[in-house]
């Protein structure tokens, strides 16, 4: 049975973040992810999820200055000490919020470096990331993300992610599997799933090319649902999509799966 997390950033975005958590919840949502919780306390949001009754499914560690331009800084040689600090914070919060999963953003690609630079940092501060969050119970997932959306971005591939995943080595590390992303850059999303079975943990969902509600668009998400359940998926589907318009409106898509009780 499909398991959906609204995503607050991109959803209910007609009220203050913290309101976001009672309207996905009436919305027929049992379950949130978002970028970034850090502009907010991790206690208040922790009530928040309790008095409304949801899971926190993901959110992203520190990705550096955001709004100067950074994308994550797993890849960035010098900067690991910030990295570092970024884990600690999110997985003060994971833990307050009871979250079992964190993605570590990748980081644009650098000039002046390599990629085989970049990647030597990335992999040695995803097994750091790794090695804190395992004690408790925490898995890791790193996202290929498209180069429309997000150019110049370090890992924008499954094959790439699922080389990166083996250098690693970490049995806490998975992949991110956004169906969006891959479907701009790959296709062949079945197949794709049927590759990375039992390497990824959290999948996201959005209209391809538009990335607006499941409903519309080149992919047939409906089929790929039933086919994730007749696999046995047993995680979430992220709905990382910009509604078309004011968001429950949209909603009719989601209706089969909504918990209004």
Known sequence: MARFAANLSMMFTEVPFMARFQAARAAGFRAVEYL??????KDAIAAELKRRGLTQALFNMPPGDWEAGERGLASLPGREAE????????????????CTQLHAMAGLCQPGLSREQQ??????????????????????????????????YFLSTQVQAEALLAAIDRPNVRIQ???????????????????????FSHIQIASVPERHEPDQGEVNYPWLFDYLDAKGYDGFLGCEYRPRGQTEAGLGWFAPWADKE
């Open 36 to 41: 970034f919780p850090y502009a907010e306390d």
């Open 83 to 98: 990295f570092r600090a970024g884990v600690a914070t999110a997985l003060a919060y994971a833990e307050a919020l009871g």
């Open 119 to 152: 990647q030597a940092t990335y992999v040695a501060n995803i097994r750091y990331a790794a090695d804190q969050a395992a004690p408790k119970g925490i898995l890791v997932l790193i996202e290929p993300i498209n180069s429309r959306d997000m150019p110049g």
């Open 177 to 199: 599997l956004d169906l969006y992303h891959c479907q701009i850059m790959e296709g062949d999303l079945t197949r794709t799933i049927d590759r990375l079975w039992g390497k």
